[in-house]
């Protein structure tokens, strides 16, 4: 039986690298973007690789930063639930 420990881990164990964690997980998750311009909503990936851009105007909503991906200014975003 699982400890409650390891069903919520502490802000400091969050902070760990994925594989060093109680119970190894990954640290991406998706969220949805809202377009500041056009009010579209554009799914990413918090670790994107590559510059998205939105579909209905093409501005740029986040550009890679070696790690997390790093979000345009004026965007607004919601984590998705999983």
């Known amino acids: ?5 390891d069903l ?10 994925k594989k060093k964690h109680l119970v190894q997980s990954h640290n991406g998750y998706f969220m949805d973007v809202k ?6 909503i554009t799914t990413i990936f918090s670790h994107a690789q590559m510059v998205v851009l939105c579909v209905g105007c093409s501005t740029v909503h986040c550009q890679p930063t070696g790690g997390k991906a790093g979000l345009t200014e004026g965007c607004s975003l919601r984590r ?3």
């Open 1 to 5: 039986m699982p400890l409650a420990k």
């Open 8 to 17: 919520h881990p502490s802000p400091e164990e969050k902070r760990k690298h």
């Open 35 to 40: 377009c500041p311009g056009c009010y579209k």
């Open 80 to 82: 998705e639930q999983h």
